[in-house]
């Protein structure tokens, strides 16, 4: 079983930037890739991006390509999700999720077997 956790978020006005970070435990991370997912009220959850068991494979979203940039640190055992250029549709709450099998980062909720409870982002116009 593999517990996680994201804190960061928080109210932002447009333009500006939050850092968000999500901490596991329970497995052995470094062998996990890692991503992120928004579900904004009413909507389904999006894939924003993920990066693999080394950071050497990431894949992004197209509406956050350029502005979003997802890290990992294998000793902390957390993965950073940098929000640039916040717009406000980037408003939702963010969850982290873990792939226990597969190297691909994927965009389909379905291949993450953990998850997080989410950390809310409202980004103000």
């Known amino acids: 079983q593999v517990q996680v956790e994201e804190s960061g978020g928080g109210l932002v006005q447009a333009g500006g930037s939050l850092r968000l970070s999500c901490a596991a435990s329970?497995?052995?991370?470094?062998?996990?890739?890692m991503g992120w997912f928004r579900q904004a009220p009413g909507k389904e959850r999006e894939f924003v991006g993920a990066?693999?068991?080394?950071?050497?494979?990431?894949n992004y979203a197209d509406s956050v390509k350029g502005r979003f940039t997802i890290s990992r640190d294998n000793f902390k055992n957390t993965v950073d999700l940098q929000m640039n250029s916040l717009k406000p549709e980037d408003t939702a709450v963010y969850h982290c999720?873990?792939?226990?099998?597969?190297?691909?980062?994927?965009?389909?909720?379905?291949?993450?077997?953990?998850w997080g409870q989410g950390t809310q982002v409202t980004v103000s116009s």
């Open positions: 999720a873990v792939r226990v099998f597969g190297d691909y980062p994927s965009t389909r909720p379905s291949d993450y077997t953990y």
């Open positions: 990066i693999n068991w080394n950071g050497g494979w990431k």
């Open positions: 329970g497995g052995t991370f470094s062998r996990y890739l």
